[in-house]
């Protein structure tokens, strides 16, 4: 017996003032330290119902950290939120999905948020996403990333009753995202989309989410990093990563991303960038087993960009939107690196996307795959 889980998903221009339809009193909104300075948080809280009263938590840091999120916990239980609005990345989401978590039950921890154990939420509150990036497809996914950064661990919390209500894209909300981080969500959603296609646990729904992700971003990205403000182009990006999301929350990820988690963890590289360097890599260790899946994903690769294998249509791509496809463009020292390369395989191998992945591979097969990541595949 499968699931497919998903929340209900609003999309398309206007997609904001769905919130007004909505039976909103109290409304929490999670946002973080990046937007505060723009006009977003103002623009969702406007989008309210008429009369609903609300509270801006805006400190969010780059990943969700405990220590941060505790000391709002009072404050939040005095509000009483009907509703709790997560909006931002990926960290803002899953910062949301967290203070849910600690909200409805203050008689757990967060530890207890596994899918094992029935969390019972919603006794008094719901749940909005609504991201302003392109990417994470947190809005869509029933994880959680959270840090304890004093302890320096991080914790992937699963629970399906962490999958927002409601997942509101609107590209309104990503037409000024800035290029960096445009390009660094996208290909964290391509990553999303390959990895979620080839899992162990893959299935012909998120298949389905897999082909049309793929088909939406593939045929817009570039379109969106040489105008940003297309709407359209913005719109196909924007809904291409959430169902990337919802294929992977449905199905699990892979290598590209335990090996872009060690590398993150260690060297601090935005997420996406991170599995971005690994993905062609993985896909040529993947590819024996794979052999089928990869070719017909290739096919969705624009004419200009698309190449023999589905690792070469990969690099083809990143090169053609500038984004950095190696460790060593990221100005880490080869011989940091390479001392650090044990330490880095045995991060990758806790990460679940091991299990999950096509091929096994053990610490020979990681240390290989992050030596290659050095320059890129070529010679080291
Ligand atoms: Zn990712």
Not at 102 to 127: G, M, N
Not at 295 to 316: C, D, I, K, W
Request: aromatic share 6%; glycine share 8%; net charge negative.
């Amino acid at each position: 017996m499968w699931f497919f889980r998903s929340p209900t998903v609003i999309f398309g221009d206007e997609a904001l003032s769905y919130l007004s339809s909505l039976p909103i009193h109290r409304a929490l909104i999670v946002t973080d330290r990046h937007l505060r300075s723009t006009e977003i948080p103002e623009t969702v809280r406007r989008a309210l119902p008429e009369g609903a009263q609300s509270l801006v938590l805006s400190d969010v840091g780059e990943e969700p950290d405990l220590a941060e999120m505790t000391p709002h916990l009072d404050e939040i239980r005095r509000f009483a939120p009907d509703w709790i609005i997560g909006v931002g990345g990926g960290s803002s989401l899953d910062t949301a999905k967290i203070l849910f978590v600690l909200y409805e039950r203050p008689d757990l921890t967060v530890y207890d948020t596994t899918p094992l154990q029935p969390l019972k939420l919603r006794s008094k509150s719901r749940l909005i996403a609504i991201p302003t990036t392109s990417g994470t497809g947190s809005e869509c996914t029933w994880a959680a990333v959270l840090s304890e950064r004093a302890e320096r661990r991080r914790h992937e919390l699963a629970s399906p009753e962490i999958i927002p209500d409601y997942a509101i894209l609107d590209p309104e909300l990503v037409l000024s995202l800035p290029l960096e981080q445009t390009r660094n969500t996208a290909v964290d959603a391509i990553t999303h989309a390959i990895e979620g296609y080839v899992s162990q646990w893959k299935n012909p729904f998120s298949d389905a989410m897999s082909e049309k992700a793929l088909e939406l971003i593939l045929g817009s990205l570039a379109t969106v990093v040489k105008e940003p403000g297309n709407r359209p182009a913005r719109t196909a990006v924007h809904i291409g990563a959430s169902m990337a999301g919802l294929s992977f929350s449905n199905s699990q990820i892979g290598l590209a991303h335990a090996l872009g988690h060690a590398l993150g963890a260690r060297y601090k590289t935005p997420h996406g960038k991170a599995v971005g360097i690994f993905l062609p890599l993985v896909v040529e260790f993947n590819q024996p087993v794979c052999e089928q899946r990869f070719e017909r994903l290739n096919r969705l690769f624009p004419t200009e960009v698309r190449a023999g294998t589905l690792a070469e249509s990969l690099r083809g791509l990143l090169r053609s939107i500038g984004q950095d496809a190696t460790v060593a463009s990221l100005g880490v020292l080869r011989e940091e690196y390479f001392g650090a390369l044990e330490e880095l395989a045995s991060l990758a191998a806790e990460s679940t996307g091991l299990v999950t992945n096509p091929r096994d591979s053990g610490t020979a097969e990681l240390k290989e795959l992050l030596m290659r990541a050095y320059t890129g595949g070529g010679p080291s």
